[in-house]
């Protein structure tokens, strides 16, 4: 895939990257969010975790890949109006259909992919927080948002219980929302199997705006 960096020397602001194929004419965005431990200013380590690790591998995405990098004092949940920024930047370099932008995010960046979506609760065509939380009062805006989410069973870092609180209120507010526990997996090596071994991208990259459907509450295994 090519690649764009985008640098910003200014402490607050996001560097980022955009991976895409020669040709991206009517392909989805897909947008990552990273954990704490990558924060700052070395683009390189973005490729710890998550998706920038399989573009660092090779891997191909029948899509746009957008990969932020937050700065060091801040979280996601502090950044959203800047995320927000760049995707729209981004939809409109690529010509992107705005039924076809997902959204996702491990650790921090599974806080910061609920907290964005929350914050623009009728933008993404579906959201995939990886070992993430939030706060479950503010759930019932995503009733009308597809989620997916992931987390290991024997997470100490990210307790599980947080993705089941909003998985839950998600579902109690008439949403569609499924929750994957990884059995016998902890905080980074759950993440890395997520991406690497699971359903979650393809399912990301199926979705449209328009394509709402309701699925069972929590899967209690990996299937």
């Known amino acids: 895939m090519n690649k ?5 020397e200014k402490p607050d602001e996001i560097n980022y990257t955009v991976h895409y194929p020669d040709d991206y004419r009517d392909l989805p965005l897909l947008v990552y969010l990273h954990g704490a431990g990558e924060r700052g200013k070395d683009i390189s380590h973005l490729e710890r975790h998550g998706i920038p690790q399989l573009l660092a591998k090779n891997k191909e995405f029948n899509a746009v890949v957008l990969c932020l990098q937050c700065p060091a004092m801040f979280v996601w949940d502090n950044v959203v109006e800047k995320v927000k920024d760049i995707i729209d930047k981004t939809v409109s370099d690529f010509d992107i259909k705005k039924d076809r932008i997902c ?10 992919t609920f907290a964005v979506a929350m914050t623009y609760n009728n933008f ?3 959201i995939a927080p990886v070992a993430g939380g939030s706060m479950a009062w503010r759930a019932g805006v995503l009733k009308t948002t597809p989620v997916y989410a992931f987390h ?6 990210v307790i599980p219980e947080y993705s089941k ?4 209120a998600i579902n109690k507010a008439g949403g569609s929302a499924k929750l994957v526990l990884l059995p016998e997996l902890g905080h980074n090596d759950g993440i890395d199997y997520t ?3 699971t359903d979650i991208i393809d399912w990301l990259l199926s979705r449209r705006r328009t394509d709402f459907t309701r699925t069972p509450e929590i899967c209690e295994e990996l299937f």
């Open 165 to 168: 609180f909003m998985v839950e």
């Open 4 to 8: 764009k960096v985008f640098l910003n």
């Open 152 to 157: 290991g069973e024997k997470d100490t870092v």
């Open 195 to 197: 991406y690497e071994n």
């Open 124 to 126: 993404f065509s579906a």
């Open 103 to 112: 959204l996702t995010g491990s650790s921090m960046g599974g806080f910061g």
